[in-house]
């Protein structure tokens, strides 16, 4: 049997310190904490909250200016362990999030859209079109995206050939320059190839999605629905790659407000599409920055931008020969 005194009392000048046990405490319970007591407030606050969610009895004691902890004798061992796990716990390193890569020479994928100026220009009769190609008069009908003729023709090219029709030159400038610097910053983390990829393939489930949710007929064209693919596809992107929810949440809060700023001027913006290619590049962005994390393989730069191009290319080629016939 234990003596009613402290069970651990502090050594002074080489000889043992009696203390008498409180009086407010049962005659055999245990002092679990270190021999002078708690050491600073953060360890002794983080006892009682471990002690407290165990649903473990205990009482504090201040002696010497310092807390002491105490529990019944059956519950000493039990008490210790779930203090030395907690302890564990909080010291363990806590890995570092994985640096983002940034790719050499993005600024090259602004190139990309200089083939919408040069297909503008052949529609808009700057420059003789292509004797290949039928008439530029009849590109908008058959090109642009009508969701009464996707849903009960089936003509889903327009999904992508919408992207690259544009109503004037200011339209197609706006968004040659808007591009230019988000396709680049996209680009700068993903590769330009598979910067390119995000950006065709979140356009299209864009427009898919306008197509879905509007019940009436609407006619739309132009590529911002693709770039603000590219928006989310880059807040997607950051906000994968980053380990707490409240930084996760900054690069989502400043593409809606890129969204609210730029996507939302204009007699003839066509708001609903902005806001689906958003929401389309989010999802891509968020599923790339995925994939990188577990290494998964993927298409490499070059094959996803030839891929991009030929999603475009081949959705013309669909318009202009085989619904024709």
């Not at 642009?144 to 009960?152: C, E, G, T, W």
């Not at 992508?160 to 400038?173: C, E």
């Not at 690069?251 to 389309?280: F, R, S």
Request: charge should be positive; charged fraction near 15%.
């Amino acid at each position: 049997m234990r003596s009613p005194y402290s069970s651990n009392p502090p050594v002074t000048n080489g000889r043992w310190l009696i203390r008498r046990r409180p009086n407010s405490l049962s005659r055999y319970w245990r002092n679990i904490s270190r021999a002078g007591g708690a050491d600073s407030y953060t360890r002794f606050r983080d006892s009682l909250l471990v002690l407290n969610a165990r649903n473990i009895p205990h009482k504090t004691i201040s002696l010497s200016g310092r807390e002491h902890i105490y529990v019944p004798p059956l519950l000493e061992g039990i008490a210790l362990a779930e203090l030395a796990e907690f302890s564990a716990e909080s010291h363990k390193a806590v890995p570092a999030p994985t640096p983002l890569r940034e790719y050499r020479h993005s600024a090259l994928a602004a190139l990309f859209l200089l083939p919408l100026l040069v297909w503008h220009g052949w529609r808009a009769g700057w420059w003789p079109a292509p004797l290949f190609l039928p008439p530029p008069d009849t590109w908008a009908p058959a090109g642009m995206l009508d969701n009464v003729l996707v849903r009960i023709y089936d003509q889903y090219y327009r999904l992508a050939t919408a992207l690259t029709l544009h109503v004037s030159l200011a339209h197609v400038w706006g968004n040659v320059a808007f591009g230019a610097l988000f396709l680049s910053l996209l680009a700068r983390l993903t590769g330009i190839g598979r910067a390119l990829w995000l950006t065709v393939a979140g356009g299209i489930a864009g427009n898919a999605l306008t197509v879905v949710l509007r019940p009436r007929a609407v006619t739309s064209m132009g590529f911002s629905t693709a770039l603000f693919a590219a928006v989310g596809a880059l807040a997607g992107f950051m906000a994968m790659h980053s380990g707490q929810r409240r930084k996760a949440a900054l690069p989502v809060a400043a593409a809606v407000a890129i969204l609210a700023m730029l996507g939302t001027e204009g007699e003839n913006t066509d708001y609903a599409a902005h806001i689906a290619g958003l929401c389309g590049g989010l999802v891509l962005g968020a599923w790339e920055a995925w994939r990188t994390q577990k290494r998964w393989p993927a298409l490499p730069q070059l094959p996803a931008g030839a891929l991009a191009a030929a999603l475009l290319v081949g959705a013309w080629y669909w318009a202009f020969v085989v619904l024709p016939v």
